[in-house]
């Protein structure tokens, strides 16, 4: 059996689900002759690191327990196993052996993880990413990141197979013209609450309660997060854009993105006539709103769109994300992916994916 060290930054909605799917799929590693052995997790200031490494890692009940303590609210740092930890590249010195794999579930800055992603690529681990940031800030860690082993199906479609479908038809040689769709599930979630007549605001915190949303779900209102993801598909597709070159439209008032988070939850329900009305007069025409990406040579866009109500972007529901891929091969119908684009439990098993896949990369 070989023992594949996990080293995992994040430990919140998904970073929770992955430890659960990895302790719940021990027979279908083994299939495959490996078994992951977490030998350290961090939180935004705390670890806990196994002191045993050779082949054990964390004890799956100190791995139940800190899943727990995680959910409860509290920090690795104050659990008794855990301790204070601001320097996730010392983590990936201490916590790895050949063939480890550095799995990304944060929302951090790409300049807090990038030094950590140096030291991977510098000791030849894998890495996989849901954290779209560090995929979509400087080229320079695009083209690090792709130096070695790498995985980022999450950052697109959350589990659904968006990255893998679209580096297969570019490994086969296909000629991608346009890659079109509804990329967040948060947006779909309260576009369609709209439609059954929920206030915006109301719509918006439960997708946050539900765990749709980034941590601060600033970042899929003012429609970054789709920008992030539809950058990923064009970096993905060979176009060496930045983040500055996209056009983005946000759902909220420019003043609110200096609000701290509390202030802006507190104001949420401003938006809400505004809201109301854009998507009755869509409804007085026949047409939901759906926020749209639109990436190809010619260049990438994100926003609202009025779709008619019976066309497939218009026919999603609560999460789904539709992404079409228009190509020489699949020219006068659409390659389509569809299915639910956000929520921990698919978003870990696309993570899981990830590394079952590194897992046969790295040794
Ligand atoms: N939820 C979803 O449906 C999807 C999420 N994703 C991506 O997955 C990632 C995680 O999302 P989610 O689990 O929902 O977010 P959460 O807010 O629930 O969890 C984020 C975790 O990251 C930790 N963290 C933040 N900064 C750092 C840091 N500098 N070092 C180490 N850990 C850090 C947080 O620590 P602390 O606990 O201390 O706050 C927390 O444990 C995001 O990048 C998101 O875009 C992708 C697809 C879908
Ligand atoms: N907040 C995102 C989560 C997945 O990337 C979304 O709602 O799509």
Redo the contacts with the bound molecule.
């Keep these: 059996m070989r023992y594949i060290p996990i080293i995992q ?7 929770r689900a992955l430890i659960r799917q990895v302790l719940a799929t021990a027979e279908q590693q083994a299939r495959y002759g490996f078994q992951f052995v977490y030998t350290a997790l ?4 705390g670890a806990v690191v196994a002191t045993r490494h050779e082949d054990e890692g964390l004890a799956r009940a100190l791995l139940e327990d800190l899943v727990e303590w ?1 959910a409860a609210g509290k ?1 690795l740092a104050e659990h008794p196993e855990g301790y204070w930890q601001g320097d ?1 590249a010392a983590l990936v010195d201490v916590a790895g052996w050949p063939g480890a794999i550095v799995v990304d ?4 800055e790409a300049e ?1 993880v990038a030094p950590a992603f140096q030291r991977a690529r510098d000791l030849g681990y894998g890495i996989v990413l ?3 940031k560090p995929l979509t800030g400087d080229l320079r860690l695009w083209d690090l990141l792709h130096a070695g082993p790498l995985r980022y199906e ?2 697109v479609g ?1 589990g659904l197979p968006v990255i893998s479908t679209l580096r297969t038809l570019l490994d086969t040689g296909d000629s991608v013209k346009q890659v079109q769709g509804a990329l967040s ?1 948060t947006l779909g979630f309260v576009m369609s609450a709209l439609e059954a007549g929920q206030s915006f605001s109301a719509a918006v915190r439960e997708a946050h309660r539900l ?2 949303t ?2 601060d779900p600033r970042d899929d209102l003012s429609g970054m997060d789709v920008a992030r993801k539809a950058l990923i598909l064009a970096r993905t597709l060979g176009l060496p854009l930045s983040m500055d070159t996209l056009t983005v439209e946000p759902l909220y008032p420019p003043d609110f993105a200096a609000l701290s988070r509390d202030e802006f939850w507190a104001r949420l329900d401003e938006v809400d006539a505004e809201m109301q009305a854009r998507v009755a007069s869509a409804a007085a025409e026949g047409n939901v709103l759906r926020y749209v990406a639109d990436v190809s040579e010619a260049g990438v866009s994100v926003g609202v769109q009025a779709v008619p109500r019976e066309s497939p972007l218009g026919a999603l529901r609560g999460t789904d994300n539709l992404i079409s891929f228009t190509t020489a091969r699949y020219a006068a119908r659409p390659l389509v992916v569809q299915g639910a684009g ?3 439990d698919v ?1 870990a098993a696309g993570v899981l994916g990830d590394m079952f896949q590194l897992a046969q990369v790295c040794r």
């Design positions: 930054f994040g430990v919140g909605g998904v970073g961090a939180d935004s200031d995680k920090r996730l579930v944060t929302a951090a807090t849901a954290n779209k999450s950052t959350a599930g765990g749709y980034e941590p956000a929520g921990v978003t």
